[in-house]
């Protein structure tokens, strides 16, 4: 079967495409690394024979943009499985390109294996309680979780520039807008989280001297994003940010699954919340029931003194 | 502009945890169906490009009976008209999905825009969104948190890795929809839930080869063993400080 591996190395960063390169190769068959790029990358050059597609305008990718680019890089035949890193350029093209191609497609994938003409791809479901296989047969494009195949390091070799001539614009007008409240989640050692249980922007505010005293960076549950209290980039859960802080602290949150696989991969786990029968409990290893707000002046104290 | 809305009613995804089982099947036990979270925002997107074009939108849903749930809210909220695309309960291969919506949105005479929501919280695919768009062979938006209409064209806020993007984007389009204050899907008034339970839905067949489907479903383990810290307030803050500080000691923390 012909496998592909198509990234863009600045939306992800060079440790998912080494992993899905990793993937590659241990699956075996004829393999082709697809990279997408504003410039020439002198880490290219560190990754095997890469077909390396570049344009200026792809620093910063319109969803257009990135889908002509990328079909251009694919040329008409599609491999058998087209493996992609889960993350912005699979959410704005990887199931539109396997529309186009008549494939099937399915994302979070952590484990893959070949059986025949037949692809097995395990994936989470129903907000991470459960997880499923599914077989594809007649072509599918996977993206794949970050950190769930270990990382190929590929003799160097030699990356093939493909001019992509003109893109196409896509939107008018357009203007993006980095919001830096959510940018540390992906690489913080603690996060401290709130959700409705604190019951008001002034009490999600509250969390900020707990969060600066531990060093912390602020996340959110998508009620408190929903609410308008903390930004959509703040927002811990399958559909928010996947983090994995070495301490998670869930403050006010009652732990709906699709909050609780956003933040399974912590290694250590408190929630505080006033329902003792709250979800959030069953996934932390330390659990106080209380109220935020009693709590807080004691802890405050107890922390400083 | 015409739109067309895409629902799925789910397991209402906020049932406590052990409330659904998984072990070679989904077992629902007690839980009720309710219409996806995504596709509530997606409804409430559709219902205010609708009015601010002076438009009208069709609610499709694909599934059997239990689907009516989603689409009697559509109906509530203004949707000109409800089909459902007849299919079994349970999982469904995303493109043969995507390949029979295409076939109910040609038959509802097609639409300028052609709204999802995210992602539905079943079976967690967060892509026939993408798929249909690849099948339509139109541009697809993801992740839309805002639509503003500007003449025919809709200028859209977009959440992107740390931030958002705005523009302007031509007509006809796909487009996914994500949570957040704009999208809150609006309860409709109770006189509307009550006519809406008499219109019709209209059923569609339509059929589509699968090319993908579960060959295993079981229980993830992510259960912890908690530990609890008891007493008043004023215990309950030195037992949790006790425990930070041994976590910063042992060389925890940014």
Not at chain 1, 138 to 159: I, T
Not at chain 1, 171 to 195: W, Y
Request: some cysteine; charged content about 20%.
């Amino acid at each position: 079967m012909r496998i592909a591996v198509l990234a863009h190395l600045q939306d992800v960063g060079e440790a998912p495409v080494r992993e899905a390169m990793g993937l590659m190769a241990q699956l075996g068959g004829e393999a082709q690394t697809l990279l997408l790029a504003p410039a020439a990358q002198p880490a290219v050059a560190a990754m095997g024979e890469v077909r390396l597609g570049v344009h200026a305008a792809l620093a910063d990718p319109d969803p257009e943009m990135a889908y002509a680019a990328a079909l251009r890089l694919l040329g008409d035949q599609a491999p058998g499985l087209l493996l992609m890193p889960e993350g912005p350029l699979f959410e704005m093209i990887g199931a539109r390109l396997a529309g186009h191609f008549g494939m099937s497609a399915v994302r979070d994938v952590d484990a893959v294996e070949l059986a025949g003409e037949a692809v097995v791809l395990r994936k989470g479901a129903y907000g991470g309680k459960a997880y499923v296989r599914v077989r594809a047969t007649g072509g599918v494009v996977a993206a794949l979780r970050a950190g769930a195949f270990p990382a190929a390091e590929p003799p160097a070799g030699s990356a093939a520039e493909v001019q992509l001539g003109e893109l196409p614009e896509g939107g008018q007008e357009r203007k993006t807008v980095r919001d830096t409240a959510g940018d540390d989640l992906g690489r913080a050692k603690v996060i401290v989280s709130g959700g409705r249980g604190l019951g008001s922007a002034e009490g999600y505010e509250s969390l900020r001297p707990f969060a600066r005293m531990l060093g912390a960076s602020l996340g959110a549950s998508r009620a408190a994003v929903d609410e308008g209290w903390a930004s959509p980039a703040q927002q811990v859960g399958i559909t928010g940010r996947k983090v994995a802080p070495e301490l998670y602290l869930a403050i006010g949150i009652s732990g709906a699954s699709q909050h609780l696989s956003g933040m399974s991969g912590s290694r250590l786990v408190i929630a505080v919340n006033r329902d003792e029968h709250a979800p959030i409990f069953e996934a932390a290893d330390i659990g106080v029931v209380a109220d935020w707000y009693q709590l807080w002046p004691h802890l405050q104290k107890a922390l400083e003194g | 502009m015409r739109i067309i809305c895409f629902l799925k009613a789910i397991l209402d995804p906020e049932a406590p945890p052990g409330a659904i089982r998984f072990a070679g099947k989904v077992e629902s036990g007690e839980v009720a169906t309710v219409l996806g979270p995504f596709e509530g925002n997606a409804l409430e997107l559709s219902v205010q490009i609708a009015q601010a074009s002076a438009g009208g939108f069709v609610a499709v849903a694909m599934g059997d009976a239990a689907q009516d749930i989603a689409l009697r809210k559509a109906l509530a909220l203004g949707a000109e008209r409800a089909v459902r695309v007849d299919a079994p309960a349970g999982f469904q291969d995303p493109l043969a999905v995507a390949r029979r919506l295409k076939a109910a949105a040609e038959e509802a005479g097609g639409a300028d825009v052609y709204v999802f929501g995210r992602q539905a919280g079943d079976w967690d695919m967060g892509v026939t969104a993408g798929l249909f768009a690849g099948l339509m062979d139109l541009p697809f938006a993801p992740l839309v948190q805002h639509a503003e209409v500007v003449g025919a064209n809709l200028r859209l806020r977009r959440e992107i890795a740390g931030g958002y993007e705005e523009s302007l984007r031509v007509a006809p389009l796909v487009v996914s929809v994500t949570n957040g204050p704009l999208t809150l899907m609006r309860l409709p008034k109770v006189k509307d839930v009550m006519l809406a339970n008499r219109k019709p839905i209209d059923v569609l067949q339509a059929a589509a080869e699968p090319s993908l489907e579960i060959a295993e479903i079981a229980q993830a383990q992510v259960t912890r063993q908690g530990r609890m810290i008891t007493g008043d307030a004023a215990q309950q803050a030195a037992g949790l400080a006790a425990e930070l500080r041994r976590f910063l000691v042992a060389g925890g923390g940014n």
